[in-house]
């Protein structure tokens, strides 16, 4: 297996657990006869090592030539695999079809065609259990191989032929579906990743042309399982960037009942499980729905707790982020940020640990919270630091919305901070920023054009503009494309906190308790 950088093979080594790390031992020395070869040396130095310092492991392991340390990298990362693929082999069912289909084509070669059947039979049944189409696929049409030999030789009987032809045409099916399925929603979330919401009449015109040339192709009623847990996904995505959110909501909830009518599938399918619960109470947030999203969150938290699964450092790092997720707007959405602290030194240590496998976006997602939950408490300076980090650190500007609203969150902090001068001079690039991204809307500009008139008058008698902001805010709050500026900050919030010269938390609090 080609790899040049010891990066990947360090990722590697430092990815594996104990029992893994024990298991790789023992595989290297069952076929090594002098247990101090190279490349375990190598794994040792890799596994003990902190950091990577390749000068210092050549001078360890006493390599001068280029072309023997690259050797040597490219044989433990396949070492490392092969022993991987054996302690995995009887946890993941895909990788133990795989294995079945390897035996069955040494068997065909060995011309023991009866075994070879045999074989392949044990993983079609295998491929029924855990619904793997694209598998399936291949097993059937490595059964028909066997069926064309035997039909040469003139070994073989015409009701086997029969129900083998019946076979491939329902695999055949079942795998155009499945790969029909999984290129729609790659697609939606191609366009969701480009659009995030859609911004006026154009934008979502050009997304109901893609759904009626997409969607409406394809019968719910001939999909099984997991096609059909995909069909709700790419409904789910599609309706969430038209800000359709009760509709996403409806397949959201759709998503999770098709696991709870088929309960084996969860473990088998735990990540889409997981992630459909997800989706649930991120758009619960969005409705600001209180009281689902309590009931909800227990059932994620139940989850995330769970080990009902095949053991996987991707899925706990998806319970890990789906679930964190989920605690911040569960603070967010009950105006309770007791416990923030905590949650944000969890998540920022965590997300250092994860950082190479997660995304910028997600990374960015988790500061803009932090800097809202922070911003709403009236602790504008960790605001400030949380915000300055998409706005200032970041290298990546892909990711437009929180880009925006983070400058726009920025301003918002120094003016309750009394930096009016700053936020002066700064605020007609933020409004340029949302031009050039395309995302001014009738919010943003009503609460930029109060933050420039507020810093010309140092925040003095400006006491009535409060409330005739607050009176233009609520007249966009449902409007289809405006209400996703109240998405990103609560802008009511912000002004009643002004006008009773308090904080978001405090302001919303007294709401609360008044009924």
């Known amino acids: 297996m080609p790899i040049s950088q010891i990066t990947r093979l360090f990722a590697l080594v430092k990815s594996m657990d104990k029992s893994e790390k024990r298991h790789f031992r023992l595989y290297v020395n069952r076929l090594e006869s002098n247990e101090d070869v190279l490349y375990v040396k190598l794994f040792d130095h890799l596994d003990k090592a902190n950091s990577l310092n390749e000068i210092d492991l050549k001078s360890k392991l006493g390599i001068v030539s280029t072309s023997q340390y690259s050797n040597l990298k490219r044989h433990l990362y396949a070492q490392v695999l092969k022993s991987l693929r054996l302690v995995y082999v009887s946890k993941e069912k895909v990788i133990a079809i795989r294995e079945l289909m390897d035996y069955a084509t040494v068997l065909y070669n060995k011309s023991l065609f009866t075994e070879s059947r045999l074989i392949l039979s044990k993983a079609s049944a295998l491929v029924d259990e855990i619904q793997d189409y694209t598998l399936g696929f291949e097993v059937i049409e490595h059964q028909k ?33 499945s790969c029909t399925l999984s290129n729609l929603v790659l697609m939606t979330q191609s366009l969701k990743h480009q659009f995030t919401f859609v911004k006026n009449e154009r934008e979502q015109n050009l997304l109901f042309e893609f759904y009626h040339s997409n969607f409406q192709r394809i019968d719910i009623n001939s999909l099984q399982f997991y096609t059909r847990v995909q069909w709700f996904k790419a409904h789910y995505l599609f309706n969430h960037m038209c800000l359709n959110f009760q509709l996403s909501y409806k397949y959201a909830l759709n998503w999770n009942r098709a696991f709870e009518h088929s309960p084996t599938m969860k473990s088998l399918y735990f990540e889409a499980y997981i992630e459909g619960l997800h989706y649930i109470l991120q758009i619960l947030f969005f409705l600001n729905n209180k009281r689902r999203f309590k009931k909800w969150f227990n059932l994620l938290k139940t989850s995330a707790y769970s080990q009902n699964h095949k053991p996987s450092k991707t899925i706990d ?7 964190q997720t ?124 109060f933050l420039r008139r507020g810093c010309r008058a140092m925040n003095f008698g400006i006491q009535d503009d409060y409330t005739d902001v607050i009176s233009k805010l609520k007249k966009h709050e449902n ?11 609560n802008f009511i919030g912000l002004f009643e906190s002004l006008s009773e010269n308090d904080t978001i938390e405090k302001t919303l609090n007294k709401k609360i308790n008044a009924h």
Do not use: W
Not at 317 to 323: D, E, G, H, S, Y
Not at 329 to 346: G, H, P, V
């Open 326 to 449: 989920a605690q911040l707007n569960k603070a967010i959405i009950y105006n309770n940020f007791t416990s923030i602290d905590a949650i944000t030194k969890l998540i920022s240590e965590q997300v250092i640990t994860f950082a190479d496998s997660i995304g910028s976006d997600t990374i960015v997602a988790f500061y803009y919270k932090f800097g809202l939950v922070y911003s709403y408490k009236g602790n504008y300076e960790k605001a400030i630091d949380c915000f300055n980090k998409i706005v200032v650190e970041s290298s990546d500007k892909s990711n437009h919305i929180y880009y925006s609203y983070a400058r726009l969150a920025l301003l918002i902090c120094h003016f309750r901070q009394g930096h009016f001068q700053f936020v002066d001079n700064t605020l007609q690039n933020v409004r340029q920023t949302f031009n050039s991204n395309q995302l001014t809307n009738k919010p943003v500009d009503i609460v930029l054009s």
């Open 145 to 177: 191989k066997i069926a064309s030999l035997l039909i040469s030789n003139n070994v073989t009987d015409a009701s086997n032929l029969k129900n083998l032809m019946e076979s491939s045409k329902q695999a055949q099916a079942k795998f155009n579906s």
């Open 479 to 489: 409007n289809h494309f405006e209400k996703v500026a109240f998405l990103y900050y």
């Open 317 to 323: 790092q998806q319970k890990f982020l789906f679930f």
